[in-house]
């Protein structure tokens, strides 16, 4: 919900947004994407100084630089849509790739679901509330 979002965003400092953003080794959003990219826009006018770092993520398949690319395109691609299909400004936001750094959990993980036939869940964007020239981590 967006009271969550932005619950977490004061408390902690940054959030982890569900849902299918990407198909496999794709940095194009899915039409899926555009509630959770709604909420998140409401999210941010409810904050109105702040300014985040979407940061992207992969999976492990591939070489890690590829993935830290993917990833740096997938943020940046959540950005162009929170600007132009949301109305957010653009320079509230800034794009990070992290690659498969931080998985929501390995490709090797048993018991994992497929999101794919070649990947499990990973962890697709992710917020983090920006100040200045350096993340808020928590």
């Not at 929170?82 to 490709?107: E, H, M, T, W, Y």
């Not at 679901?113 to 993340?135: E, F």
Request: proline residues 5%.
């Amino acid at each position: 919900t967006v009271v969550a979002i932005v619950e977490a965003l004061k408390s902690n400092g940054r959030v982890a947004m569900a849902g299918t953003f990407f198909e496999s080794d794709s940095a194009q959003l899915t039409p899926d994407s555009d509630a959770v990219l709604a909420k998140l826009a409401e999210s941010l006018e409810q904050m109105p100084d702040a300014r985040v770092a979407v940061v992207g993520h992969s999976d492990s398949s591939g070489g890690f630089a590829y993935n830290v690319d993917l990833s740096a395109r997938r943020a940046q691609n959540v950005i162009e849509a929170l600007v132009k299909g949301q109305a957010v400004a653009r320079a509230r936001l800034v794009a990070l790739g992290a690659g498969p750094i931080d998985p929501a959990g390995s490709n090797t993980t048993p018991g994992l679901p497929w999101t794919s036939s070649t990947t499990r869940l990973r962890r697709s964007s992710q917020i983090w509330k920006h100040t200045g020239a350096s993340l808020t981590l928590p």
